[in-house]
């Protein structure tokens, strides 16, 4: 897998606005912020996407949903609601090669995406 921009994120050599962090995954505020609430969750374990996951990545996919529970919590935004989108390959809109989960709240969302 080719070095990304997030892998760097991950190793503190560009900086991050860090909102949670544990043993297996790191949520920071994404640069371009598409509602008030935008966090981006990424794993420690390096995975692609989703569609290049395996059997032996389920503990670190599990884990990322778990912090993007917990981003929501921190950020006050897990009673009013919120929205976790995992963008897969060159038709889903993954620009960044690195699996990443966005937290979308603070406003309602629209239904479906374009
Ligand atoms: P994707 O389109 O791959 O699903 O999402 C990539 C996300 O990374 C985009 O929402 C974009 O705004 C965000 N992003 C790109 N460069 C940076 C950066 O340098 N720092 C942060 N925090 N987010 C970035």
Redesign the pocket.
Known sequence: MKET?FDA?LRGE?P??KVYEDDATLA?????P?APV?V?VIPKTRIQNVGEADDSHGEALGRVLLAARNVAQLLGIQKTGFRI?L?NGKDG????DYL?A?VLGGRALDWPPG
């Open positions: 921009l994120i560009i991050c606005k920071f505020h994404d640069i371009a598409q935008h981006l989108v963008n809109g993954q620009t960044v990443h966005h």
